[in-house]
């Protein structure tokens, strides 16, 4: 099956500071997909990738959609304390039945210090 | 609140129990999923129900049994657990788009096995 290296693993920052992390596949996906989980809930969409080099903001969240397909970064610019969580990245492709089947990284836990 | 509700929020139950995880989405999505989300491993895509298939992972064992009766509502049966079944068990649910599938989770079912 298809894996995804997600990294870093954890950060530990200051608020104010800038974040970035990435996922990276050996293989190619048709769509990115990045999510944020805070304790005891279940993953929320922040921001969906669905064309190769895109480049994609929410707030101050940026995501975009590697040119090979087989990557995808997410930068969160000026962190504050509720930032913390665990964000995970989600490659999908096209399934032979027609349905888009996911795969997600192992995530990267963010701790913000204020 | 994401329009995807689980029951119960936390279950202990014994090896020998039969138990019901019920999922119900409020968001007039075609699809639906469960995951097994594990301490140090990725989000794991068991079941995906969708208007165009069903789609298993085949390394699911046979005491996890899925049901969804209709396109709001999705279950999943229990019986016979393996303490190594303990994890938080996550529903979603998403509209089916030409591009992709985009997953609205719900808080998901916190399951204990003893």
């Known amino acids: 099956g298809q894996q995804l290296n997600q990294s870093p693993q954890s950060m530990f920052i200051q608020e104010g500071e800038d974040v970035s992390m990435n996922c990276t596949s050996s293989?190619?996906?048709?769509?990115w997909l990045w999510y944020k989980q805070d304790p005891g809930e279940g993953p929320v969409l922040l921001i969906a990738?669905?064309?190769?080099?895109e480049l994609t903001s929410n707030g101050r969240l940026t995501a975009q959609f590697g040119i090979t397909r087989k990557d995808s970064f997410l930068n969160i610019s000026a962190s504050i304390p509720s930032d913390v969580g665990i964000y995970f990245c989600a490659g999908q492709l096209r399934g032979s039945g027609g349905s888009y089947i996911p795969t997600f990284g192992r995530g990267t836990s963010l701790i913000v210090h204020p | 609140e994401t329009g995807v509700t689980q029951t119960p929020r936390h279950l202990v139950m014994g090896m020998t129990n039969k138990k019901s995880l019920k999922c119900e989405q409020h968001l007039g999505h075609n699809a639906m999923y469960w995951y097994k989300q594990s301490a140090k491993k990725p989000l794991e895509l068991m079941f995906v129900y969708s208007l165009e298939e069903r789609v298993e992972n085949n390394s699911v064992p046979s005491r996890f049994s899925p049901e969804c009766p209709n396109s709001s509502h999705l279950f999943l049966h229990l019986h016979t657990l393996q303490p190594e079944d303990s994890a938080l068990y996550l529903c979603a649910s998403s509209p089916e788009k030409l591009t992709a599938y985009e997953q609205y989770f719900g808080p998901g079912t916190r399951l204990t096995v003893t």
């Open positions: 293989s190619i996906f048709n769509t």
């Open positions: 990738l669905y064309k190769a080099g």
